[in-house]
């Protein structure tokens, strides 16, 4: 089956310390992948994605990416966390059914991302 | 949020009633796409369209109908017959098939409550 999967619920890190949030995908072929936050009450914001090319995706606000094909991850990364990044943080996953042909995103859980003072 | 509208911002439904969500986009997007999202849940797909007059059954499409007469509207009805639609709904859109066309950007959502 094709999936995506963030392991954990809540991340907590202090201001100034770098962060990762993990994704980790199942799909069939090459996979596109992304990263999007949320934050309350708001619709998703893209953050980057990964279709070909780079291991390491640099996206908005200082964030990047690095895709491991060995491990089938995709973790969120940033070296130096802000109070104001403290939000929903969802992995998502193109996914493609061999039946009918749809192409959709998949979205992990989600992880919420406390960064402290 | 940019390019893509949602309205209102808070629905309250009575029992019974069928209740109709905006989608406007104007980024020229063929592909559109109608998400519910539960708390502690990631986003599931209702409906999606890849292009006008056409539009496709996501995993939880019971109980709710789409159309798309225009490429830039694609308004979702929540019928009688969704039991629970208490959530947050979201509306995207992208380019359409095929590597960077596929991200989809997305509406600021609207909130659905059951009086």
């Known amino acids: 089956a094709q999936s995506v999967a963030q392991p954990e619920d809540q991340v907590n890190v202090a201001e100034g310390n770098p962060l990762t949030v993990k994704c980790t995908y199942s799909v069939s072929g090459n996979p596109y992948l992304f990263w999007y936050v949320q934050y309350p009450n708001r619709g998703l914001q893209f953050l980057l994605k990964?279709?070909?090319?780079?291991?390491l995706v640099k996206g908005s606000y200082g964030f990047e990416a690095e895709f491991n094909k060995s491990q089938t991850s995709f973790h969120l990364k940033k070296p130096s966390a802000l109070v104001s990044d403290s939000a929903l943080y969802f992995c998502a996953v193109r996914t493609r059914a061999m039946d009918t042909g749809r192409r959709a995103l998949t979205f992990g859980s989600g992880t919420r991302l406390q960064v402290q003072p | 949020d940019g390019g893509i509208t949602q309205s209102p911002k808070y629905l309250f439904r009575k029992e019974g009633q069928n209740v109709t969500l905006s989608c406007e986009q104007n980024l020229n997007h063929d592909a559109m796409y109608w998400y519910r999202q539960d708390p502690g849940q990631g986003l599931r797909l209702i409906y999606y369209?890849?292009?006008?007059?056409?539009?496709q059954k996501g995993d939880i499409a019971e109980g709710y109908s789409v159309s798309r007469e225009k490429k830039e509207s694609f308004p979702l009805t929540v019928t009688s017959a969704q039991k629970n639609p208490t959530a947050f709904y979201l509306c995207a859109s992208s380019i359409g098939p095929g590597g960077t066309g596929e991200t989809q950007y997305f509406g600021p959502g609207t909130r659905l409550l059951v009086l």
């Open positions: 369209s890849q292009i006008v007059n056409d539009f």
């Open positions: 990964y279709i070909t090319g780079d291991n």
